[in-house]
């Protein structure tokens, strides 16, 4: 078996919900398990998040995929539904609906449901992504009120700037004021919010990337915010080189060695899911030491400075990311964010669950 797997520690999952908690005690916890729970598995990510209030999910599909399993918890849908077989689907299941522009809004009332709903409402507190505009959010409640089988509503937002030095100042203000003539329960934070801004955790919170151990900050490590890492990518060395002076590795032969080198070859490439764009110099960990990678990620494989590890060779384990070095390292070094490795993981990498 080519040994490149991925190993998804749930006692790692159940330690980030709990800091979750501990950051917003006094919230319902929204565990978001969207994109096959951030890449892990959906049914793995619901597996250790067990013990959240409820689980927010993107595609109707995975909510049937969590019941199926024997989930009872209640399940959000983020972007609600895309047309009415849906809405009519989602009531049958239960959901609870994202209601975010008018023809959602039309959608539901233009038919009769027989069993009830209930609606979290978005405000477009300044995204510009989905939801109300502020001038139209009062209107939108007191229509979403009069619809006889909609039997809750919730007010959300979702914040744009949460996770950067610009905060939440004016979407806050824009939310509470828009808000304010109702009394309805509030969601608006994400997990960069959760961390950051008590003042935000209102009724309900929706963690999502800190459940799975990557931080929501470029300036602020995951260990820093005591998170441990869910995954960890992990293979072998399968064959080794010894490089001269003057000598290259890889396409492009973008990495020139200047001195006598060993590089080692990993069974892990960009179509794993691996970031093309980590050039050299990229962390990996071959036997538990901290190295780097030489040259261009390739389809298949990626190559590793061996050098000062003597000990290394055909068969050495192989961290890509997980416990040594940071899946936010990685994203860091390619120009993106953890979040966007993770939900990346290829379908042809197999999946082990530990608990
Ligand atoms: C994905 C998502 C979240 C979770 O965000 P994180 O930054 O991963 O915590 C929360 N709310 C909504 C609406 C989302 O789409």
Redesign the pocket.
């Known amino acids: 078996m080519r040994p490149l797997t991925a190993t998804i520690d749930l006692s790692a999952l159940r330690h980030n919900f709990l800091r979750a908690k501990a950051y917003a005690p006094n919230a319902k916890h929204i565990a978001?398990v969207?994109a096959n729970g951030?890449g892990h598995g959906l049914i793995n990510a619901a597996r250790g998040l067990q013990a959240a209030d409820m689980f927010?999910v993107?595609r109707i599909e995975e909510a049937v995929q969590l019941r199926e399993a024997g989930f009872l918890h209640p399940i959000l849908l983020?972007e609600g539904v895309f047309e009415m077989a849906e809405l009519h689907e989602a009531a049958q299941l239960g959901l609870h609906l994202?209601v975010h522009d008018e023809q959602q809004l039309q959608m539901l009332e233009s038919t009769y449901l027989k069993r009830s709903i209930s609606v979290f409402l978005k405000l477009n507190s300044g995204m510009n992504r989905l939801g109300f505009k502020p001038d139209r959010y009062f209107d939108a409640v007191q229509r979403i009120a009069k619809i006889k089988y909609v039997h809750g509503i919730v007010t959300?937002t979702?914040f744009a700037t949460a996770?950067d030095e610009r905060g939440i100042a004016s979407q806050f203000v824009q939310f509470e004021t828009t808000t304010a003539p109702f009394s309805y329960p509030k969601s608006m934070a994400?997990?960069?919010a959760?961390i950051r801004y008590p003042q935000a955790h209102a009724d309900y919170v929706?963690?999502?990337?800190?459940l799975y151990g990557s931080s929501?900050f470029a300036d602020v490590s995951a260990k820093a915010l005591h998170l441990k890492p869910v995954m960890q990518l992990a293979s072998k060395l399968i064959g080794v080189q010894a490089l001269s002076a003057g000598e290259s590795v890889g396409y492009g032969q973008t990495f020139v060695a200047d001195k006598p080198m060993r590089v080692g070859v990993v069974a892990c490439g960009y179509a794993d899911g691996y970031p093309r764009h980590a050039g050299t110099g990229t962390p990996v960990a071959v036997d538990g030491v901290i190295t780097r990678t030489l040259g261009r990620v390739s389809m298949d494989m990626l190559c590793a400075d061996i050098t000062d590890i003597p000990e290394a060779e055909a068969g050495s384990h192989v961290e890509l990311w997980g416990e040594y070095v940071s899946v936010d390292a990685v994203a860091a070094s390619a120009g993106t964010i953890g979040?966007e490795l993770l939900c990346a993981l290829a379908p042809r990498v197999p999946i082990f669950m530990i608990e």
């Open positions: 978001v969207k951030y927010a993107l983020l994202v959300m979702h996770d994400n997990s960069a959760i929706r963690p999502g990337i800190m929501p979040y």
